[in-house]
């Protein structure tokens, strides 16, 4: 763990600060908030929208393979949706004082971080179904809280977000529903897909609560308001009937059902592959950085287009 | 990369449906105010939340400081003569 040194703050501003989280108020971007509330927030936002910007990347390896119509249409729109959450979000984060060409610049030049499940290839049809059951699943978990944080815009653009998480959820689910099925070789496939996802999903949110730097700040200012390991739990808690359902198995034998806390108990996480995707070694790591620096540079005529064509009617508009 | 010239803020509104009030719904960068219309369309009317957009510069809007909410706002609550509640009617009369 790294010391950061902690900024002096005004302590009747902070105690006024603090008494307005407990009493569940929202801070809104010109209230006083002390920097480091500011700074955990940039960072957690930062690296939520990154997060999004990257989620299109597996999933736009397979929009050309749709093996339908229908599935390629809602697969389309799933990815424009993730750039619409990671819009929402930058936006949210430079009501903090950023700009987001910097937060930008940090993801292409690879010294941000994002949701370490992206950095996993996906290698068949039936890794769209699982990314959308286990991994929207996972975010709409994650997000119905962070929809009550404490700072208003991103608490906003949570609301917002998980009404359309829903419908990557359930086009997920269907898509693992309908392969359960299946032939022989599309229940294989979806297996294999659930066996690849299902560690990496339960890592999505973040370390053990011992083991997270960050969980007890962003607990005490109400950023957070639940445990990674709370949230995980009702994760698991709501995935394995769904499992039951279709007839699939988790890959976790020590997987059981305690009735006494009504909990489906999981086994151990193993953490060292969290950390060393985390660290930049996980499959794809390098592959989607260049996959978002190549859309990046690919896309600066339309951005330079934009300014000159906005630039040329302001100017007719003034000689009119 | 960080030299190229940033697109200004907008902030939008969107009106839910004819004849309510429009509310703020977010904001976006764009060139000018029909590319903000566009962007603003394809980021929050996707599922027909609107049937109405505003697109406003973000500069150009003024806003109260918060610090200044308790004096700025305080004339308010010390005219209670405002409030239908504070006029008294005889019992059992409905007036309106």
């Known amino acids: 763990m790294t010391q950061t040194t902690v900024p002096q703050e005004d302590p009747a501003l902070l105690a006024a600060f603090e008494a307005r989280i407990a009493a569940g108020e929202s801070i809104e971007p010109k209230d006083w908030m002390p920097e480091r509330y500011r700074k955990q927030l940039t960072r957690m936002m930062a690296q939520h929208a990154h997060s999004e910007i990257v989620g299109m990347l597996p999933e736009g390896n397979w929009i050309t393979r749709a093996p339908s119509l229908r599935r390629k249409m809602s697969l389309i729109a799933k990815v424009q949706d993730e750039a619409g959450h990671g819009l929402y979000i930058y936006c949210g984060t430079e009501t903090l004082g950023v700009d987001r060409h910097d937060l930008f610049n940090q993801l292409l030049d690879g010294s941000a971080k994002y949701s370490s499940i992206f ?48 419908f990557h959820k359930r086009q997920g689910f269907e898509i693992c529903a309908t392969l359960a099925k299946g032939t022989p070789a599309q229940k294989e ?34 950023v957070k308001r639940k445990t990674n390991d709370e949230l995980r739990q009702r994760f698991v808690n709501l995935t394995v009937p769904q499992a039951q359902a279709i007839g699939v198995t988790l890959p976790d034998p020590d997987l059981r059902y ?13 953490w060292s592959e969290f950390w060393d995707v985390v660290k930049g070694n996980g499959p794809c790591n390098v592959e989607r950085l260049e996959a978002r620096n190549a859309a990046h540079d690919a896309g600066r005529w339309v951005r330079e287009a934009a300014l000159a064509h906005a630039a040329k009617n302001a100017r007719s508009v003034s000689a009119a | 990369m960080s030299s190229e010239t940033s697109w200004p803020l907008w902030e939008v509104f969107t009106q839910g449906n004819a004849g ?29 939340e609107a049937v109405n957009l505003w697109v406003v510069p973000s500069s150009a809007i003024t806003a109260s400081a918060p610090s200044d909410a308790g004096p700025f706002f305080e004339p308010g609550n010390d005219k209670a003569y405002r409030h239908p509640q504070f006029y008294k009617v005889p019992q059992g009369i409905r007036v309106f």
């Open chain 1, 119 to 166: 950095n996993y290839p996906t290698l068949s049809w039936a890794d769209m179904g699982v990314i959308g059951w286990f991994v929207d699943g996972a975010a709409i978990v994650n997000q119905t809280v962070l929809a009550k944080a404490s700072y208003g815009p991103y608490a906003r653009a949570m609301v917002r977000i998980c009404k359309e998480e829903n």
């Open chain 1, 189 to 222: 496939m979806l297996q294999d897909a659930v066996n690849r996802f299902w560690w990496p999903s339960l890592m999505m949110f973040g370390p053990s609560d011992k083991d997270s730097p960050n969980s007890a700040e962003l607990l005490k200012w109400r």
């Open chain 1, 258 to 270: 305690d009735a006494a806390t009504k909990n489906w108990e999981f086994g151990e996480i193993d």
């Open chain 2, 20 to 48: 309510e009030p429009f509310e703020h719904a977010g904001s976006l960068h764009a060139t000018d105010a029909e590319h903000a219309l566009q962007n603003a369309r394809d980021v929050y009317a996707r599922r027909g």
